[in-house]
């Protein structure tokens, strides 16, 4: 797909402090913009069991625990103990708060 121009309203200081740490780590903020719509329109995540990357559009959620089960080894929060899955809540709270969804 060709690069299209997107114009965004975003806090002075935010633009700031982030145009400073892009250029710093070498990267350009359209490609970290880019990478987290992309993320927000279609997420994918990482197995915590198996390493596999799938989009949880593909996936099917575990009834008992609410997950997206891994398409490759099957594996949900069935699968860790209680502090695994407060490890990985809050993990996910931090995603939640970035992109103001739940569904990420
Ligand atoms: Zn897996
Ligand atoms: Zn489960």
């Not at 060709?2 to 114009?7: A, G, I, S």
Request: aromatic share 10%; proline share 4%; with cysteine.
């Amino acid at each position: 797909m060709p690069k299209r121009k997107l114009t965004l309203t975003i806090e002075g200081e935010t633009v700031e402090k982030a145009k400073e740490k892009a250029k710093a780590s070498g990267i350009s903020l359209s490609k970290i913009v880019e990478n987290v719509l992309s993320y927000y329109a279609d997420p994918a995540v990482y197995c915590f069991k198996c390493g596999h990357k799938f989009h949880v559009s593909e996936s099917n959620i575990c009834p008992r625990c609410g997950w997206y089960k891994c398409p490759k080894c099957g594996a949900c929060a069935c699968q860790l103990g209680e502090e695994g899955v407060r490890v990985a809540f809050y993990m996910r709270k931090t995603l939640m708060d970035i992109y103001s969804s739940t569904d990420v």
